[in-house]
């Protein structure tokens, strides 16, 4: 019996083994090396449309509108996109002097596309052949000055490369529940950092002029603008690149509904996209909570080996620290206990046929 156990021990050890190795992994490739270089300097400038849909005044929103104006960049327009005047966003709008217009899409009136779709279509309408590039920037992410050139470059050195990508670092502001987003959202990352799972984020994305006929047809007829975009590039047999370089902020101050309702939202906007999300996630998500209980079962019982399955939870928590440079101890147990979270998210996620997003309702299909 003692030898059945010892066996059984000594095999469920491949789990914590295999965790640690593919955290090291995910480390690894986030220190690889870029073929892009990020130097921002072109024969000529491209020209760029900057499209920041708005509804509603985000936290610190003034701090994101002075900081996509301050661009170390030159050849580049912003134009926001409002429902109406009446939106509490169009006042710091006008006060900060940035173009504005207000959805007016003959094309998306139509169809059961959600309310930032309209808005972008409304601008891909208005300036389509006046640009060489468009971007993609939501009204809570703050960018840093050289956001807009990182972002495009790929897209300029690259012609196989129909759209590029960033995630943000969720920045808690205050509460326990806006540190477990923090931690969350470094999925989103590591996700980028692999070709089997790389996903577009419509916060923060640029995209070439050369889709922009297929991405009004995608983008009429889908909830989620990022989806529909890497639709586009898609069968236009265009690639996605992520810009990790180019990550932006996104300021947050959680409660436990409002991230409940956030993560399972994209958990099941991932799944949507790419089916593969679903598939690797539980497999990974599952064997991590694997080895969180045969820890604690080994620690109860004070034995040795409870070193070998603490350390893909070490490995994790090294990860967050290169990531964040956040030290405190608050987001170790959080690494800790995000497996399960993530898990019941895709489960939860999984099962998802409609959202509720920025006060509207919208089907997923």
Known sequence: MALQVSTIMLVSMIIPIGLALLSLRGMIKSM????????????????????????????????????IKRQDYDNYKLVAVVDSKNDAAYAPLMKHRIKTIITDSKISKTTNCSGKNRAIITCLELYAGAFDIFMVLDSDTTVMESWLQRLIT????????????????????????????????????????????????????????????AAIKE????????????????????????????????????TFGTFAEWSVRQTALSILGNGMVFRYGMIYYSAFCINNALLLLLLYGNSPLSIIFILPILMNMLGFNMQTKMLNPLYYLIVAFMPLVYAIDLLIGKRTRSIRWRGSDYKLA
């Open 219 to 254: 983008l009429s007829n889908s909830t989620a603008d990022d989806i529909a975009l890497g639709k586009a590039c898609s069968k236009r047999g265009l690639g996605i690149v992520a810009v990790p370089e180019a990550r932006p902020l996104v300021y947050v101050k959680e």
């Open 154 to 213: 790929p897209l300029i050195q690259d012609h196989n490369v129909g759209l590029t990508t960033t995630f943000p670092l969720f920045y808690p502001i205050s509460g326990f529940w806006s540190r477990v987003k923090t931690v969350w959202g470094l999925v989103g990352t590591s996700m980028q950092s692999d070709k089997r799972t790389i996903f577009a984020w419509g916060g923060s994305m640029a995209f070439r002029a050369g889709i922009v006929s």
């Open 32 to 67: 690889r090396f870029r073929p892009y270089k990020l130097d921002g300097t072109y024969e000529k400038e491209p020209a760029v449309l900057v499209i920041m849909p708005c509804k509603g005044e985000d936290i610190r929103f003034e701090e994101t509108l002075k900081a």
